[in-house]
């Protein structure tokens, strides 16, 4: 599993931008994936761009919770692919037109061999889990239900071993001595702290960071 950080709020490449927000682009088994769409379209799609990402070619496009910062770029998206993706979202977010299917999810589900939801959790968000040779890696946008209830419900498919996201005020840091990587995003309150006491661990976010999950 391939994964391109496309929003966030830092970046360390001047062609990219920078701006409050989350979104990912995954690549697994030939399948192309956007998790969440950031806070504004146009810094979205200016983004894609740089990195050579098509929306078009979005297989599944999904999204976390309905909050600006993660869904600011979905009607662009949405818009350029043309109708190609199947649209994965939490129970609460009504209202989204789109020229093909909408899921909506108040419970797990695995939407593609080997890729999963947590569906809504605490009437706000879920999270995307991919099986890797190693168990599962797990995309959070926000975790304003707290990181623990996404890998209670997920971890039914596997053993979560990476987790790449936002994690909100969490502060259980003992929880994460059993991953293997962890790349704290936008909307992490204690990523010092996180960075700090896991330094082997850590997979630095940011605009335009690249890296394998196996
Ligand atoms: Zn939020
Ligand atoms: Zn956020």
Redesign the pocket.
């Known amino acids: 599993m391939k994964l391109t950080i496309v929003y966030d709020n830092t970046t360390t490449d001047s062609n990219l931008i920078a701006h409050w927000?989350?979104s990912c682009f995954i690549k697994y088994k030939g399948k192309n994936i956007l998790f969440d769409t950031g806070g504004n379209g146009r810094f979205l799609i200016h983004n894609l761009k740089h990195l050579n990402i098509s929306p078009e070619s979005m297989d599944h496009i999904v999204v976390s919770h309905p909050?600006f910062?993660?869904i600011g770029g979905l009607s662009e998206v949405l818009n350029e692919n043309k109708g190609n993706a199947k649209l994965h979202l939490p129970m609460n977010f009504r209202g989204v037109k789109f020229d093909n299917e909408i899921f909506y999810y108040d419970s797990p589900a695995e939407i593609e061999k080997g890729i999963y939801v947590s569906g809504e959790i605490d009437n706000i968000e879920q999270a995307l889990a991919i099986k890797t040779r190693k168990g599962l890696a797990m995309i959070v946008?926000?975790s304003h239900p707290g990181i623990k209830p996404f890998i209670d419900t997920l971890n039914r498919f596997g053993n979560i071993h990476t987790i790449i996201g936002?994690f909100h005020n969490f502060n259980d840091f003992e929880m994460l001595k059993d991953l293997t990587k962890i790349c704290p995003t936008?909307?992490t309150k204690n990523a010092d702290e996180i960075i700090k006491r896991f330094p082997e661990k850590i997979i630095k976010g940011g605009v335009g960071r690249i890296f394998e999950v196996i």
Do not use: N, T
């Open positions: 927000g989350f909050h910062d993660h946008g926000c936002g936008h909307c």
